[in-house]
């Protein structure tokens, strides 16, 4: 609009039609070098970014490189359409009315993402109950959806890690809470994790610890006290493979079918111990998680006789009495030994033997980072299966008063994210941008979340899909999809652009410039 305006008052455009060239040609050059400036003038500071992010970063696929090269294309795409509307104002009013309507138009892009921010908001209240009788928050359900978007698309910190762990859990339908703890699970979590060459197929190891006093009793155990002193022999197998051993796996096997796999799940073992300033805060943060892949073998079965050294078993010197060792007692000391709040069995733990054989002899990060991972997906993926799959049908209650009102708010937003000329428009860069997928993984001090929405700019507005139900009455699994075409919004500014133009050239062919 200053380019325009300056044309005029310094007679260049009189001049222009004086030379007796047609009106409309100059107007249409006028169009044509007002989108070459803004395009070269985007240009070069884009190369500036893009040359100094290539230095610093030397990757030629980082998100900054990719969203400048949206903005090449997105920027002059707008402004031509915002120029020729306020070129077309001053020529039809004048010139103070269309500064006025230019502040005006940046107003309004400005607070045109209220409402979606508004809604958002809302649907934090808002619930979703199915036929199950479970009721989930809508904010919850599009996170779910939103997992799957952003690992099919591949824009999440681990892709293939994600995947191959999302995948496997959708297929073998594990669930959560205590069924994932279960036999069947545990073998079919043991079979996914086989299939990576992580389960350890040695033998067992036997530790024998003496001269070890109860600090804590499990329930039943009447007739024995704490102070007894106990001599403690274990046969120990852990299902997975040292973490050593699996580092020599990911260095020499580029072969293995599941490089990129194993790979980031060696990235996500170093990735999650350097949150914490050693390696006993770590496995303290997690004592929780240790039983799975682990178990006491042979634990011994007639206590009447000698246990032999091959089998598992607690010997109270104090009382000459003997007890069957079993997982749960090697839960417990472990669980005890890091913090002394766990029921059943804990030993004093100012034992050098007993510290060795915690934090050496039965520590195996892999396997703990295995099981990290293992409950980030779990929740996500039972719950997504859950809404989705129409084998036990979980049907959505579309009579319920808070459906009804989800439905009613989001077919308004809808329409009025169609109408908004400001957030339509605003969609074609945050479509086509990129976020950086390094930053969407979960939080480690939050067991499974993850936040999608920490990216996103305030005063932009996003694609929002809706969420759609299936013939059955299910959420669609791929309801993420379920927005307006975004090359409809690029038209649109087209035709602004070419309509303003147009009435430009009009008015211009009938202005008297004396």
């Not at 039609?17 to 169009?31: A, C, D, E, G, M």
């Not at 295995?370 to 779990?378: L, T, W």
């Not at 989001?410 to 169609?418: D, G, P």
Request: aromatic share 14%; net charge negative.
């Amino acid at each position: 609009m200053h380019f325009w305006n300056n044309k005029v008052e310094d007679k260049t455009v009189m001049k222009l039609v004086i030379s007796n060239n047609s009106r409309t040609k100059i107007i249409v050059t006028f169009f044509v070098v007002s989108i070459l400036i803004i395009f070269i003038s985007l240009f070069f500071n884009a190369l500036i970014i893009v040359v100094a992010d290539l230095i610093s970063n030397g990757d030629i696929n980082s998100v900054i490189i990719w969203n400048c090269l949206i903005l090449l294309f997105y920027v002059p795409l707008i402004s031509t359409s915002l120029l020729w509307a306020l070129v077309a104002a001053m020529i039809y009013i004048n010139r103070n009315i269309a500064t006025m309507l230019a502040v005006l138009i940046l107003t309004l892009k400005l607070i045109s993402s209220i409402p979606q921010k508004f809604q958002e908001t809302k649907e934090e209240s808002l619930y979703i109950e199915f036929n199950n009788g479970v009721n989930m928050s809508v904010s919850k359900v599009k996170n779910l959806i939103d997992l799957q978007k952003n690992i099919k698309e591949k824009n999440i910190r681990y892709p293939n890690l994600s995947k191959y762990i999302n995948d496997s859990f959708l297929e073998n339908k594990l669930s959560k809470g205590s069924m994932f703890a279960n036999e069947k699970s545990k073998l079919l979590r043991k079979e996914i994790w086989k299939e990576l060459g992580l389960i350890n197929e040695t033998k067992d190891f036997t530790v024998t610890l003496k001269n070890q006093v109860i600090e804590r009793l499990p329930r039943g155990w009447s007739n024995w006290s704490v102070g007894d002193s106990v001599e403690i022999n274990v046969v120990v197998k852990d299902d997975f493979m040292t973490y050593e051993s699996f580092q020599d796996l990911v260095e020499v096997n580029l072969e293995h079918p599941y490089y990129l796999v194993i790979k980031e799940l060696n990235e996500f073992v170093q990735y999650i111990q350097n949150f914490f300033p050693s390696t006993y805060e770590f496995k303290k943060n997690y004592i929780e998680q240790f039983d799975a892949f682990i178990d006491v073998l042979n634990p011994c079965q007639d206590l009447t006789k000698t246990c032999e050294q091959d089998s598992s078993f607690i010997n109270n010197i104090t009382k000459n009495s003997k007890r069957a060792m079993q997982i749960e007692e090697l839960k417990t000391i472990y669980q005890n030994y890091y913090l002394n709040i766990y029921d059943g069995l804990a030993l004093r733990v100012d034992d050098e033997e007993l510290s060795l054989f915690i934090e050496e002899a039965v520590y195996n990060p892999l396997r703990l980072s295995v099981r990290i991972v293992e409950n980030y997906f779990i929740d996500y993926t039972s719950d997504f299966y859950s809404i989705t799959n129409q084998e036990d049908a979980n049907v959505v209650m579309t009579n319920n008063a808070d459906y009804k009102e989800f439905k009613k708010t989001e077919n308004f937003n809808s329409w009025l994210y169609l109408i908004n000329i400001f957030s339509s428009s605003q969609s074609i860069y945050t479509y086509y941008s990129k976020q950086s997928s390094e930053n969407f993984w979960f939080e480690y001090k939050n067991r499974s979340h993850i936040d999608f929405s920490k990216q996103d700019n305030l005063f932009l507005t996003y694609p929002k899909y809706k969420i759609e139900l299936t013939k059955l009455g299910t959420i669609q699994e791929d309801t993420y999809k379920n927005h307006p075409p975004i090359w409809g919004f690029m038209v649109e500014m087209l035709v602004i652009s070419l309509f303003f133009l147009v009435i430009c050239i009009v008015r211009f062919n009938r202005m008297d410039l004396n």
